[in-house]
T-cell receptor
Framework: KNEVEQSPQNLTAQEGEFITINCSYSVGISALHWLQQHPGGGIVSLFMLSSGKKKHGRLIATINIQEKHSSLHITASHPRDSAVYICAPRRDFGNEKLTFGTGTRLTIIP | EPEVTQTPSHQVTQMGQEVILRCVPISNHLYFYWYRQILGQKVEFLVSFYNNEISEKSEIFDDQFSVERPDGSNFTLKIRSTKLEDSAMYFC????????????FGDGTRLSIL
């Protein structure tokens, strides 16, 4: 069983729709990254959070440490949001490596 | 905004040859990482580096791999005798401090072994 599970694996939506991507993990963590990977391959860090909720523009990330679950939401989605979104928990303090989910491929249709 | 830069963006090498992938982390960052992503698969941790030594490495990071910070700005990954299965995208990342600080990623080096 993967330590990090994301759902859905693929998501296609119309421009303007509200998007939710889910991440569940099975290990104890100190923080969790949400990352965006574009078709060219580069990775951009969107959020790092260890509790509650963070918002940046149209992106919102939430985490529930007790339930080992995090979500990434995109409001008013746009075709430029099309990318692979990856959840990457960081293990307990003292262990800085990230464990990556398989990613959610998001396609926003104009 | 400061960035992690990686060179080259694409490296093509014959099997058995040595290859060095280069990274310039963000200048005030102290923790450095290499990850790799085989085509179609998820990103995997290779190694973390702090205070001029490896702090953790994965089972992938065997004796053919080494990392070095040869000067105050570069962080390199060397693969001594490349194999076909080393073909992947290699990402460098850095973070300012341990615990509570996000990792910042470079755009990656695509390594193709022929």
């Amino acid at each position: 069983k993967n330590e990090v599970e994301q759902s859905p694996q693929n998501l296609t939506a119309q421009e303007g729709e509200f998007i939710t991507i889910n991440c569940s993990y099975s290990v104890g963590i100190s923080a969790l990254h949400w990352l965006q990977q574009h078709p060219g391959g580069g990775i951009v860090s969107l959020f790092m959070l260890s509790s509650g909720k963070k918002k940046h523009g149209r992106l919102i990330a939430t985490i529930n440490i007790q339930e080992k679950h995090s979500s990434l939401h995109i409001t008013a989605s746009h075709p430029r949001d099309s990318a692979v979104y990856i959840c990457a928990p960081r293990r307990d303090f003292g262990n800085e490596k990230l464990t990556f989910g398989t990613g959610t491929r998001l396609t926003i249709i104009p | 905004e400061p960035e992690v830069t990686q060179t080259p963006s694409h490296q093509v090498t014959q099997m058995g040859q040595e290859v060095i992938l280069r990274c310039v982390p963000i200048s005030n960052h102290l923790y450095f990482y290499w990850y790799r992503q085989i085509l179609g698969q998820k990103v995997e941790f290779l190694v973390s580096f702090y205070n001029n030594e490896i702090s953790e490495k994965s089972e992938i990071f065997d004796d053919q791999f080494s990392v070095e910070r040869p000067d105050g700005s570069n962080f390199t990954l060397k693969i001594r005798s490349t194999k076909l299965e080393d073909s992947a995208m290699y990402f460098c990342a850095s973070s300012e401090a341990q615990g509570g600080q996000p990792q910042h990623f470079g755009d990656g080096t695509r390594l193709s072994i022929l």
